[in-house]
């Protein structure tokens, strides 16, 4: 395949921190237009390699292509400027500011006129199929909305490669199939998309191919429509992997925890567990779910001491 027909390609890149080698000869390519999932475990060298796309850090060894031609990416500012606009896992917003107000932050140029911003703002938000509130403050934002503002910040830019870190970590199913539509609109517009994950069914819903990393090498490449979950799995941890759960029936006994009715502030002094109440018996492990700021830290703080209690047993 000709070099011009990738948006990003990657020749044995080399990455270590002193003696740790974090990815070791990686070669991997993503075509315009496409999605690619890199996989791999936590640990195992995906979002160092797309810092280095990025602009956060630099390779030891090996060569960036971007568009056909080597790209010399010394810091986030050239990898703007090659469009590449990257969405991390842990946002990069100002919480105190506006969506359009963050949006332009550290844009170069003269600043834009409020009304004028709000335009280009929502022309954005038209064209790719995301909905934001402009003048929303970002502490005010669900974690869905915060991600959408993040994804503008880098189209705002001109960026024509997003690379999304662990979009999905801490989103509920239906703001995971919004992602996934946003995604596809993205690519039906003519961008080029790195997912960095470890869901399987998310790879096998969005993705176009998958590169597998484990322990900072690449398994391989593999086309996801041909690929079955299993297999994709078998890549990522070097070994067969069974996906039944085989479960006793147990047989609980007393009652040695019981939580009636409490309720906890959070750190903006709001209740963030409000009259909850829970019974967990010995021999029995009890799942408390939930996407996070919702309630999880505080109960835990209440129950260990760490937060008082402004109600309940």
């Known amino acids: 395949m000709a070099q011009t027909e990738y948006a990003v390609r ?16 990686v070669s991997l390519g993503v075509r315009r237009g496409e999605i690619l999932a890199l996989l791999g475990e936590n640990g195992s060298g995906k979002t160092t390699l797309m810092n280095m796309i990025s602009g956060i850090y630099h390779p030891d060894g090996g060569t960036i292509y971007v568009d056909g031609k080597a790209a010399s990416i010394q810091s986030p500012l050239d990898a703007q400027n090659l469009g590449i ?7 990069k917003l ?10 332009e932050l550290g844009t170069p140029g003269r600043k834009l006129p409020t009304k004028v911003l709000r335009e280009k703002v929502m022309e954005l938000c038209r064209t790719y199929g995301l909905e934001t509130d402009p003048e ?13 503002v993040e994804i503008l910040k880098v189209l ?26 946003i995604m596809r609109n993205l690519t039906k517009e003519g961008k080029t998309i790195i997912l960095i994950t470890h ?27 041909e690929t079955s979950e299993e297999e994709m799995a078998k890549l990522m941890v ?25 309720k906890v502030k959070n750190s903006k002094g709001l209740l963030g567990v409000k009259d909850f109440s829970l019974q967990v018996r010995a021999g029995e492990i009890v799942g408390v779910a939930g ?22 047993k």
């Open 291 to 312: 996407i996070d700021g919702n309630g999880q830290t505080e109960l835990v703080y209440a129950l260990t001491g760490l937060a008082k209690a402004e109600g309940g």
């Open 85 to 91: 606009g990257m969405i991390h896992q842990h946002f």
């Open 199 to 225: 869901k399987l069914k998310e790879i096998k819903e969005v993705a176009d191919v998958c590169t597998v990393l484990r322990r900072g090498r690449c398994m391989g490449t593999i086309q996801v429509a």
């Open 136 to 148: 929303k403050p970002v502490h005010a934002m669900s974690v869905s909305e915060k991600q959408t």
């Open 156 to 181: 705002y830019r001109g960026a024509r490669i997003l690379i999304l870190d662990e979009p999905t970590a801490v989103l509920t199913p239906q703001e995971i199939h919004e992602l996934m539509e």
């Open 10 to 25: 990657l020749q044995h890149v080399t990455k270590t921190f002193g003696p740790v080698v974090a990815n070791k000869d």
């Open 94 to 103: 100002v919480n105190i500011f506006s969506a359009m107000e963050n949006i």
């Open 238 to 262: 070097g070994r067969e992997v069974d996906f039944g759960v085989e479960k006793q029936a147990q047989q609980p006994g007393k009652v040695v925890l019981e939580i009636e009715h409490l």
